[in-house]
């Protein structure tokens, strides 16, 4: 900062200095230290896309809040960053421009981080890593190793998703409508082998954990709730008439038990182990299935698929009537790695059993009725929540009115009672299946010999590190299939046990693993084995993880799945076990969509630079506004941060995101907004300089009122960022700006309100606060000084302000001392002109006083 007489506020100029000045010293690099209690903030880490967008900028700025404010109270704090660099983004650009995922990724590693770099965040810089760097990914493979000692991890047959032009196999989501999602082609249900981790052993720890993370948000926590799935039910066998030798009995699993004398069919899932056997003797089945592995493996996918079944000749008896037979049929909308892969229908009260009923001609007898309706099902399945009471007319204990809850522990009860299966508490959430046939991933570390079957490789021997290129020649990605399946110099290999040829594993690993441990490689990036004892013993837990809620499920999942697993392996103390002790889910950045029509009538989208006051600026043509929606480049609603950072600074794009709306809600990004911020920056430029200026001076009455302004600013603010309430801290930043911009103080009480207040505005706007703190002799960096503590005694007001509400409308106010009796305040406002008037010499229908808050008057 400058002079009075320099025109304006200029963040570019400021903001490198600072940047610099951080850097020189080192101020954000993180430091063991005993002494002092330790404070890890951690944002989801971006994947490498090629450039920055203003959700980033949002995330970023939130956790940088948190980080400054941490290390000014007194934290040792960690906040690192780094890129979740594997996947098919990469893989696919080099399928399509030609080049190699390496040099793709790495390039828009520099770009982003160069654009990162501008946003003045407090990061240890010296900790980055990416997940596709050997030394990481390496580290991952020795973990690997371990669980699969430890029987963390497994190998089976599987159904997946495959894709028979890419010759891949395929995630659910990228089936779309049943295609895939790059080659259009249908895609099949093929069983391969397949990697697992056994997250479902974890499945009732990962439920009962959540009641502990009282830090997060519910929202999230019934997410997760939801996809682990826990269900009470009932296991039990139906015995075959007629079936195959070996096939005496189909298992099923229910969780309505007490629909069983509702029963109307058997139905299996075209995976089965009976529908396999049927499959490999009867042509007609073999069509069938193979018509149903069309379909995907999702839920969604099957759920959307018109509802078939096979009539396999097969019966089964009912295990309360040797007479009841029910057929036994093939269904497409059955998954096999659900329960048992087999389930009864009782079409009356279950739509999708009902649909497949009718289309078959089997009957659907009522099990319940409502209480005031006996109208028996035809085309609409009777389907109530568990919790409401309905009269059953096929329960097990005859005619009686139950909550369908109430029932189905009835029904496992009786069942047990006559040895018919046993309650089982199952749960939604599947092993983990990890296998990817792609070449941009982490390679699975073990051999496949002749000899001595699936061997790890040897610890010494890692990374095993994917080829840049094929014995010189650059790899085709343009070749559908996984291009480590024909490299043959990096495939073939010496078995580490026995020495004898072998080949590789050429599946990699889902990309989610990368991201399942990073939280914990942060703490000791640069550790020959994965972790450092000491390090994460100090570092974890993450005590602030922020991130989007669209990784609700998955991510945080396997991440706690994972840091399981690494407590189990060593790797990571016990403490450690739930990685994330609080959970902020921000909003997303949105913008206003500009839409025009070409001579086709189809929409041509423009960007936000593109138009002015509703029109082109090119042409002149007006534009439809649609109204806000998350920033998307196919609409081009985008705003690209380096446009803002260098028209108005980095300090105006973080206190705009921050401002605006609370942090958990959307936020609307508006030139106005970013204009209006900036202004608001350069009047506290301007405030600093104009107080710099004014001599120190003997103190005045005034000094006491802006100082005791100055200690509820701080109280205010602390209480706000403490509560990640950052558009309430900055509303009280706005305010005591105000109160300090009237002022009648002394000099030297000015500037100690203004030095307060840049270290009040130091987490939001680091740059501008720097500068005022130098510009008012603050010692050394202001990220590096102590935040401000209020002063207990100046919070505590002498007299109050209390508005006077007279039949609704605000029409006077009246001093009075904080602590004044009430009979006291009623007198005082009784005596105001404007009550005085308003009764007219009468007296008041009613006097409420409020204590400390309002005086309401009726007339």
Not at 77 to 95: K, R, S, T
Not at 436 to 449: D, L, S
């Amino acid at each position: 900062m400058s002079s009075q007489n320099d025109a304006r506020y200029s963040p570019q100029a400021i903001e490198t200095k600072w940047q610099k000045a951080w850097d020189d010293a080192q101020a954000f690099a993180a430091q063991r230290d005993p002494a002092r209690e330790k404070y890890y903030v951690l944002e989801m880490f971006p994947y490498p896309s090629g450039r920055i967008h203003m959700g980033h900028v949002r995330n970023y700025t939130m956790g940088d809040v948190v980080a400054r404010y941490k290390s000014a109270v007194g934290f040792s704090v960690l906040h690192p960053m780094g890129w979740d660099a594997f996947g098919m983004p990469a893989e696919n650009a080099a399928m399509e421009q030609g080049g190699h995922p390496r040099d793709w990724t790495y390039g828009n590693i520099a770009v982003m981080r160069e654009q990162m770099k501008p946003l003045g965040l407090s990061i240890d810089w010296s900790r980055e890593f990416a997940t596709c760097d050997p030394e990481y990914y390496g580290q991952q493979q020795a973990m690997f190793i371990d669980m699969l000692e430890a029987g963390l991890v497994y190998r089976k047959n599987a159904v997946v998703n495959w894709d028979p032009v890419d010759m891949t196999v395929l995630a659910n989501e990228q089936v779309i409508d049943g295609k895939g999602w790059r080659s259009g082609a249908e895609v099949e249900r093929r069983e391969l082998t397949q990697w697992f981790f056994r997250i479902s052993d974890y499945s009732e720890e990962l439920l009962t954990a959540l009641d502990g993370l009282k830090d997060w948000p519910e929202k999230v926590r019934l997410m997760q709730r939801n996809w682990i799935g826990q269900s009470r039910g009932l296991q039990f066998a139906f015995s075959t008439v007629d079936a195959p030798e070996g096939f005496d009995r189909i298992e099923v699993y229910t969780t309505r038990p007490d629909t069983l004398l509702g029963a109307s069919f058997v139905g299996i899932s075209p995976d089965h182990p009976l529908a396999r056997h049927l499959e490999r003797h009867d042509g007609a089945v073999a069509e069938f299935v193979a018509e149903c592995r069309k379909i995907g493996t999702t839920e969604e996918a099957l759920e959307k698929a018109e509802k078939r079944g096979f009539d396999t000749g097969i019966r089964v008896r009912h295990p309360f009537d040797n007479d009841w037979e029910l057929p036994v049929y093939i269904a497409n909308f059955i998954l096999m790695d659900y329960g048992t892969g087999a389930i009864f229908g009782c079409p009356a009260h279950d739509q999708r059993d009902l649909d497949f009923a009718r289309k078959y001609g089997l009957a659907h007898p009522d099990v319940f009725f409502a209480l005031d309706n006996d109208t028996p099902v035809t085309d609409t399945a009777f389907v109530p929540p568990k919790s409401e009471p309905v009269r059953y007319i096929r329960g097990f204990a005859g005619e009686e009115v139950q909550t369908g809850a109430e029932a189905v522990e009835a029904a496992i009860a009786f069942c047990e009672s006559r040895g018919v299966g046993h309650g089982v508490t199952n749960y939604r959430l599947r092993d983990w299946g990890l296998s990817r046939q792609r070449y941009w991933g982490c390679p699975i570390p073990v051999v496949h010999c002749d000899t001595c079957g699936v061997v790890p490789e040897r610890k010494e021997n890692l990374p095993v590190a994917l080829p840049y290129d094929e014995d010189g020649k650059p790899i085709d990605f343009s070749v559908p299939g996984n291009p480590l399946d024909r490299h043959p110099s990096w495939r073939d290999c010496a078995c580490p046990k026995c020495g004898a040829a072998a080949r590789r594993e050429t599946d990699t690993m889902d990309t989610f693993v990368d991201s399942s441990w990073y939280y914990a490689r942060f703490t000791s990036p640069h550790a020959d084995t994965p972790t450092n004892a000491e390090d994460a013993a100090y570092w974890m837990n993450v005590d602030q993880y922020i991130g989007g809620i669209e990784h609700a499920i998955l991510h945080l999942l396997y991440s706690r799945f994972f840091a399981r697993a690494m407590v189990k392996t060593g790797h990571l103390p016990e403490t450690a076990s739930e990685p994330f002790n609080a959970l902020f889910t921000q909003g997303m950045v949105t913008h206003e969509i500009y839409q025009t029509r070409d001579d086709k009538g189809r929409a041509v989208y423009h960007l936000p630079e593109d138009v002015e006051d509703g029109r082109l600026k090119a042409t002149g043509e007006e534009v439809r506004i649609i109204p806000s929606a998350k920033m998307s480049k196919s609409k081009k609603n985008v705003v690209d941060p380096v446009n803002i950072i260098q028209a108005f600074g980095a300090d105006t794009a973080r206190w705009f995101v921050l401002s605006d709306s609370p942090p958990e809600r959307d936020v609307e990004w508006t030139s106005a907004g970013a204009e209006a911020a900036y202004k608001h920056l350069n009047r506290v430029w301007m405030l600093c300089d104009r107080i710099a200026a004014i001599p120190d001076g003997a103190p005045t009455e005034a000094d006491t009122d802006l100082i005791r302004a100055m200690h509820r600013a701080i109280a205010d603010v602390t209480k706000a960022i403490e509560n990640f309430a950052f558009n309430k801290a900055i509303a009280e930043l706005y305010a005591f700006t105000n109160t300090l911009s009237k002022a009648q103080a002394s000099g030297a009480a000015q500037k100690t309100a203004m030095r307060t207040l840049a270290q009040l505005m130091a987490p939001m706007v680091p740059h501008l606060a720097e500068d005022i703190w130098a510009h008012q002799g603050g010692a050394g960096l202001v990220a590096q000084a102590a935040w401000p503590k209020a002063d207990p005694a100046m919070l505590v007001q002498d007299t109050i302000i209390l508005p006077i509400q007279i039949n609704g409308k605000r029409r006077s106010e009246i001093e009075v001392p904080a602590d004044l009796p009430k009979e006291e305040v009623e007198k005082r406002a009784l005596a105001d002109d404007a009550v005085i008037k308003a009764l007219a010499g009468g007296v008041p229908k009613k006097l409420i006083v409020v204590p400390g808050r309002i005086v309401n008057v009726v007339v």
